[in-house]
């Protein structure tokens, strides 16, 4: 080491360890160095990798890896740069440089070992630390005491080893998934000791938060960056995040105006199924009709026909059926993927073009989806790219659609040939914000950001820009943690914190399989869960005749009507949020300790939210319940129901079917608001 | 490189390669080393393991693992010296030394690198090879392809992560397991290339035979040596590592006189029991009788009373009883484990002489077996190993049991503290042999070799010599390839591939839990496969009432009358085959590849095996069955039981219960033997 160091960068903190050094950043220690406790490890490994519609089976062989414990900190230009070497004697060093631009430390490693494929560093730690983010998890909100593979895919079926639908999953399909399978995984965190960090990567990663002294970061490349950046509050380090990574534009007005009724069956049946809604007393304010260009049934269910334009033999009249429904108040909503079906004229038009992905024989990679093939749009393309935005805007929009499900992004296939050049191994990640970069571009240069709006499931870095409004994906129709109502929880807080600050999920679940079946009580329980949410919208199911529907009885129809009815309520107040959320990247469901930044206990709670910074949301997600216990941090609560007032600590409600226990805080702002809900006539 | 290398040991070839070294013994490449492709990795690993009621949970978070590249060959006194580094540059190396004595390659490693506690040895490996043993392996006799954790454990219950019945066991008791789960691994194995390696350690190991070009030998310790013999057929292999650990003492000639009837419930249900099998024309060499020193009953079932001593109470007269049924040519079968239950009086007395293993506490360490916790007898100890000798002879021998079942030895918990100072992860695969040779010296000293006969299922190196005669564990009693009925099939060929020729298996299997009882069809079929093993032996299993019995109805009856009579038919075969084994170490049940070494088709048939040279056996193991397909290798054969002639290839035959596919060869000068089975009056 030459001289002493110094600060030169405001908030950066390098000390000299006997064979080591230390990083701190505005008081937080970032790396921790010793040739016995080294903080970067490289390596060589050779994975196994097999896609079965969308659920990858992973085996990594590690070849090597070893620790690069020798160290040599020298003053660079603009900061430090930090040769590494196995020892002093080794040829091979990786340069680890940094410097603090505007606050963010960025760790740039250099080139020169490329020819090893893995990559661990580890972070500084602390034993009463907590880990949130990576994207959108289901079954974990804090993340510490286990790692989390990061790569996209289909989240699974059950997703714990321990449930019958799990194992049926996977001896059946390959499907049952795990605790950390999520459609949207990030390479990026949030720390309790203040700060956010992101791995600038969309190589196959594994963060491993399990260990008391460090956090490990495995990475299958070596990264060119990585970027930590500190905040005083939870708000402050999401906004600093989404202040780099992008925010959500806000939801257009329409979105208030009532739930999205998920419909399908042709025009006929949609008219029928609106009127009877509207006669009921539901508020509609979209219907979503994922079959607006046609279906084929599969064993799995009526899938879509994969082709993106009007099926004007299944929906007579729909040209002119949406601009009635919508000077009735009533958007029309339909469906899209990345993906186009074999034969059909999208196919053959990309195909002849040259826009779709190939395989290493160079011919058109086909994906099977369950009883039909699909050719993938390369969107490593411009001109593919330029395409799909035009088929967007011409078949999509200018039809007449307000918004659609971007459905998928997950799937691309590993051993694909893409257009850019690039392996699929990492473009495989970094797909999902292509698609809503697409879906983003086509609405954005129709000048209709304010007017439309899609969903998606799928994301990577670049989502929180582009993928405007998540949706959960396809939670099974069942009360279990890791799949079923509860899952949607944690999902929303967790994407909430790394940057997509709107989220809502399928009304009453998605995939019936295995036995399972949507009963009457989880589709209403569901319900008012959603009812607190930014959006309500419904799903049939995979299976429509072997799920409750929301007009399946007329009871069921008049909680529809009912809840409908509230969250239209509260248009102001979350109008209120989605612009906040849009303006600073403050999420619209909070975890609770966003709001109570000091209480501890808040910090491991992950099946209650705060919705805003006055609503406090705790979904009944057990079937049967008609009591439920609810954590409140200190402060002055009212029970919106029974207009009972609470303070702090754990107490029980009545949550009968139709009154989820929410409370809202006594010195809101909003207090007249919340109480006409229960004052409504 | 110091000259050229030249030969100086028979059979050794050392040669020189660009930036590496191959060595070969006997025209067969062993080691092929070059900078690129290391034959040698160290490292260091954090294990974490769990125990539950002998499952193991084990997770291995390996830090560092690097090539030993550079290479520095020289001859030394005995043979030659590999200086093994990093880099030419390193400063760390380690040596490897090898000669051939006798004929055989021993490997020694140098101890200076054992600060890494990881070893990863790569041997040199060919497409088209075969491997085999590794101990007593339930679910593959062919081991390429997969990779072997060598730990010994509880098999669990399925061992099959895609049956209902494994899940169930997971969930329920973490007792599931998995393909290579079983109570006797070995680090031995024998390749089709000609070779047997071996390697000297009792640490956890994992063989991994899934590369194309090398098998990994993954130690967690740098072993002290590996030692490697060639031989020009299966059988001179298996004679040769028979003769380096051990063979088995030939059985007692009782053993030739029927069936090992396993019976409990006190005195006079034992007497009622042997009085109706006579009569019932069933041939009873000897009753095995578990709860001889008493019972306790468990959710589980009812257990043995672990005390090691008769219980008057529930065995009166039993003293007079055993001399009684030995005149009448019955002997009488005990049982024991390494485990004194706590309280009782073998626990006191070990206890106050301080022969108990003790925690980290060093307080007597108490294991829990469900519902009873039991101290652990220390053998490492010599004064405990001497006292629980005594302990057999006086309580067991000299109470004139004939023999028992020496249950358990796998359970070591890897938190003990031994008296010899020893790591308990280190000495926790050690222990079954250790447990297998109290049970030999205690027999041995009472000179009574020839006389007494235990079984044991747990196993290591050393047991080739001191587990006498194995039985395959607590299989499920059900038609599962995994843990039911076939499973014990390739158990004791694998077994007798590395040592242990001497094989059989609770006739109807052992484990009724989560919904499988044993049926009269599954009990049936495995009474005519157990006719065609060395020792027949019946057990009630873990929920007797559950579980069809030999004495359920008459024409079960009848049909042991009938086994056993045939099996007693075979003696003299049986006879001889059992002291070839004991002479030659060539094991009485063989894969057919043994007796046809030329026969490609045969590498991989691990449900058919020769009894002796000239009985081939393709026991029945699905249900519902009357025909079975067999494949013969290329020779004159005779059907058992329709004298039909066969020449090789695949073959369908009759095979209704009963009449198990069984073929002599026409030229076996056994031939009269044979026929006679099928001419009995």
């Known amino acids: 080491m030459n001289g002493t160091l110094s600060e030169t960068n405001i908030g950066l903190h390098v000390e000299e360890l006997e064979q080591g050094f230390q990083v701190s950043l505005d008081g937080r220690v970032i790396l921790r160095h010793t040739s016995g406790n080294p903080c970067l490890f490289i390596g060589r490994g050779e994975e196994k990798m097999d896609m079965y519609r969308g659920n990858f089976d992973i085996e990594d062989y590690v070849e090597e890896r070893f620790g690069l414990r020798y160290s040599n900190v020298s003053q660079a230009e603009q900061g430090y740069r930090i040769e590494m070497k196995r020892s002093a004697q080794d040829e091979e060093a990786l340069h680890l440089s940094f410097e603090v631009e505007k606050g963010k430390l960025v760790l740039h490693f250099s080139n020169e070992l490329n020819h090893y494929n893995r990559f661990w560093l580890r972070l500084h730690a602390e034993d009463s ?32 080893k321990r449930t019958y ?37 969309s190589a196959y990663a594994d963060f491993d938060f399990r260990k008391s002294s460090f956090h490990e970061l495995h990475i299958w490349e070596i990264p060119t960056s990585i970027q930590i950046e500190t905040g005083e509050t939870y708000k402050e380090i999401v906004s600093k995040l989404t202040s780099q990574f992008g925010r959500q534009h806000a939801l257009p007005e329409w979105t208030y105006d009532g739930i999205w009724l ?30 607006w260009q046609g279906k084929r049934v599969t064993s799995f269910g009526r899938r879509l026909n994969w082709n993106w334009k009007w099926d004007p033999k299944e929906y007579p009249g729909l040209d002119e059926k949406i601009k009635e429904w919508k000077r009735e108040g009533i958007r029309f909503l339909g469906y899209i993927n990345p993906y186009v079906v074999v034969d059909d004229s999208l196919y053959n038009e990309a195909k002849e073009k040259n826009l779709l992905v190939l395989n290493q024989e160079d011919e058109t990679y086909l994906v099977d989806f369950g009883e039909f093939d699909c050719g993938i749009v390369d969107l490593t393309n411009d001109k593919a790219f330029s395409w799909y935005k035009d088929v967007i805007k011409t078949n999509l929009i200018d039809f007449g659609l307000d918004g659609w499900m971007a459905d998928f992004g997950e799937y691309l296939p590993i051993d ?150 509230i969250h239209c309520t509260l248009a102001p107040y979350l109008r209120e949020l989605v612009e906040e959320n849009a303006q600073t990247g403050v999420p619209v469901q909070r975890p609770l300790f966003m709001e109570y930044e000091t209480d501890v206990h808040a910090l491991n709670i992950q099946y209650e939210y705060m919705l805003g910074s006055d609503l406090l ?65």
């Not at 698609?435 to 571009?441: D, I, K, L, M």
Request: one cysteine or more; proline letters at 4%.
């Open 129 to 160: 630390e907590y880990v949130y983010g990576c994207g959108e998890q289901m079954s974990h909100l804090n993340l510490r005491g286990k790692h989390f593979p990061l790569w996209t895919s289909e989240p699974g079926v059950g997703r714990n």
């Open 165 to 201: 639908t799990t194992w049926q999953a996977d001896v059946h399909d390959k499907a049952g998934g795990d605790y950390y399978h999520t459609n949207y995984p990030l390479p990026t965190f949030i720390s309790s000791r203040g700060y956010y960090c992101h791995v600038n990567t």
């Open 262 to 291: 998920g419909l399908q069956g042709g025009t006929e049946t949609v008219q029928k199924k609106i009127d009877a809604a509207r006669d009921s007393g539901i508020k509609v304010g979209a219907v979503w009709v994922q079959d």
């Open 416 to 565: 694909a040939k893409l257009h850019n050049g690039i392996s699929a191994k990492v473009m495989h990640n970094a797909w999902p914000a292509l698609w809503a970069r697409v879906n983003y571009e086509a609405v954005k240069d129709a000048g209709k950001l304010d007017d439309i709006i899609y969903f998606m499931r799928a994301g990577y870095t670049g989502s929180q820009q582009y993928a405007r409004l998540l949706w959960a994906g396809d939670q099974s129709v069942d009360w279990s943690l890791d799949d079923g109502i509860a899952s949607v929880i944690p999902a929303a807080l967790s994407a909430g914190m790394t940057g997509n600050g709107l989220h809502h999920s399928d009304i009453g679940g998605y995939t019936s399989l295995h036995g399972n079946k949507r009963t009457k009580e989880l589709l209403l329980r569901w319900l008012e869960m959603a009812t607190f949410t930014p959006v309500m919208r419904s799903h049939e199911g995979n299976r429509p005749t072997d799920s409750y529907q929301y007009d399946h009885d007329e009871e069921t129809m008049k909680r529809f009507a009912d809840m409908t009815d």
């Open 617 to 681: 949301v705790a979904p009944v997600y057990e079937q049967g319940r008609t009591t439920w216990d609810v954590y409140l941090p200190e402060d002055e609560w009212i029970h919106l129901w029974s207009g009972q007032e609470f303070s702090g600590g754990s107490v029980t409600v009545d949550a009968p079917i139709g009154e989820p226990p929410v409370f809202y805080r006594k010195q809101s702002k909003h207090k007249q608001l919340f109480e006409s809900i229960n004052n409504r006539p």
